[in-house]
């Protein structure tokens, strides 16, 4: 049997014994049944079964909040990085793509030297130049999947990281509204605040009325002075809760802080949808949330690699031929002098020690593992982040429903005791104590707002959306 014989023999036995060198190709699980219906905290009139909009923050009905978005979709910092992560992960593929084609090169060399008197001719000059110049070409056989599994490992690593880009968008668009929301809602209970130390002020300059004409004692008048100041205090800390959050959303939209358009803060109600929320169901929370989309791609590339690994137990076979030639001066080597050329297989197979092969491909595989667990934790942990953002929104809501049927009733104890107050029926005491029971229903209720706008955030947080499939081209 002749040498080429048999080299393609053995050639084709490898490449028979190759399927088991590739794993199977991954498919993501499908999500269970359970999961797949809908939430267990979605049974409140507040939220809706109907899909969830890529653009959430436009159901507020706020141009200058979209505006904000828009400008934080494309300037914030952190956004940039992860585009640029995306580029280069393409520019990986790009690379892996490389190894399907054939690699060419030039080479060229001269010296100068002296031959051992065994490589010369008797009376042939033993010193001179030496001149070459070659061309080379080779091409890969990816018999055994090792290209191949390295473009699937790169086109993995690519949605991974343009899933992770979507999952920043997320954050970034919810931190940009949960921001804004904090600047209206406290400038909301500033507002508050400053309704009810008016308030005070008018029972203050009644009791003090009162006082002078000696109907109150002097303990009520200074109870309504503490209380008037313990209300009046309230407004720098909420003040500068306000500011905190108006330079978040200048560094958010990628702005210092003095360069915030002063429109961003001019929203003075809470930033709430009065409607039912969309949300969907569980099956539309798996496909939308791109951290799960990123961690199924990295299962995916954590899975090719297993292939690449395994084709290392099999030799790389390269296809290759170069063409040169060889003279004593550069005028030689282009005027007919000796040519060569090779033509020919190369094999290049590490044996018979195997063990650093089997050590890879058990790394791999450790990787793919943790990967799986990877994937199904982030799966586990966004249907648990889902139903607690529904259920705390939920609470919420009953918490607004009978805090505002408390200020009802305050507001109206408060304005009898007041009148009675006036006609002397009641003492300054009794006044006070409506006054500040008035005064504590209103500042719950006015935080209770700000509690119900963020929680909403949260919800549409939970959910994933913010990005769209267009906001990234597909890994290629």
């Known amino acids: 049997m002749s040498i080429r014989t048999t080299i393609l023999a053995a050639i084709s036995a490898l490449t028979m014994s190759a399927c088991a060198a590739a794993p199977a ?3 993501a699980k499908a999500a269970p049944v359970a999961a797949s219906g809908p939430f267990l905290s979605a049974d409140i009139s507040a939220v809706s079964p109907t899909a969830l909009p890529d653009q959430w923050w436009r159901l507020y009905d706020d141009p200058v909040l979209d505006g904000l978005i828009d400008e934080a979709a494309s300037a914030n910092t952190d956004v940039r990085q992860a585009v640029a992560r995306i580029e280069r992960a393409r520019a990986a593929l790009r690379g892996a793509r490389s190894d399907r084609m054939p690699q060419a090169g030039l080479s060229a060399s001269g010296g100068y030297g002296q031959t051992s008197a065994a490589q010369t001719l008797p009376g042939a000059n033993r010193t001179g130049g030496l001149f070459s110049i070659g061309a080379d070409v080779s091409y890969e056989l990816d018999l055994f999947g090792r290209v191949s599994g390295g473009i699937a490992a790169a086109r993995g690593d690519l949605a991974a990281a343009q899933a992770d880009a979507d999952a920043v968008r997320v954050m ?4 940009t509204t949960q921001a804004y929301a904090t600047a209206a809602n406290a400038a909301a209970r500033i507002t508050t605040a400053r309704s009810i130390v008016a308030l005070l002020d008018e029972t203050l300059r009644l009791t003090r009325k009162r006082h002078d004409a000696g109907l109150a004692d002097g303990l009520a008048l200074a109870r309504i002075e ?7 205090a309230t407004i720098p800390a909420i003040a500068a809760q306000r500011s905190a959050a108006l330079f978040a959303l200048a560094t958010l939209t990628g702005r210092a802080p003095s360069q ?4 961003a803060g001019e929203r003075s109600v809470p930033l709430e949808i009065t409607m039912p929320i969309p949300v969907g169901d569980g099956a539309a929370l798996l496909a939308r949330r791109p951290d799960i989309r990123a961690a199924e791609q990295r299962l995916l590339a954590n899975t090719a690699r297993i292939g690449m690994a395994r084709a290392d137990l099999y030799p790389r076979i390269t296809l290759g031929g170069s063409i040169g030639s060889t003279a004593s001066s550069v005028g030689n080597l282009f005027s007919g002098g000796p040519l060569s050329f090779l033509l020919g297989p190369l094999i290049d197979w590490a044996f018979p020690n195997r063990e650093p092969t089997f050590a890879r491909i058990d790394a791999a595989n450790a990787d793919a593992s943790g990967a799986l667990a990877a994937f199904d934790g982030t799966v586990l942990s966004a249907l648990q982040e889902a139903e ?5 929104y939920a609470r919420v809501l009953e918490q607004r429903h009978a805090l505002t049927a408390a200020q009802s009733a305050a507001q109206r ?12 029926v009641v003492d300054s005491l009794q006044t006070l104590d409506a006054e500040r029971t008035y005064a504590e229903a209103q500042g719950a209720l006015a935080d209770q707002d700000a509690l119900v706008s963020q ?6 947080r939970a959910l994933g959306g913010g990005w769209s499939p267009t906001s990234q081209g597909a890994a290629r």
């Open 25 to 27: 190709d991954f498919t």
């Open 172 to 175: 970034v668009i919810g931190d």
């Open 226 to 232: 503490a209380l008037r100041e313990q209300r009046a």
């Open 260 to 263: 915030l358009p002063p429109i």
């Open 388 to 392: 607690t953002a529904l259920s705390d």
């Open 413 to 424: 104890a408060a304005a009898i005791t007041r009148a009675q107050n006036r006609e002397g």
């Open 455 to 460: 929680r909403q955030i949260a919800v549409f």
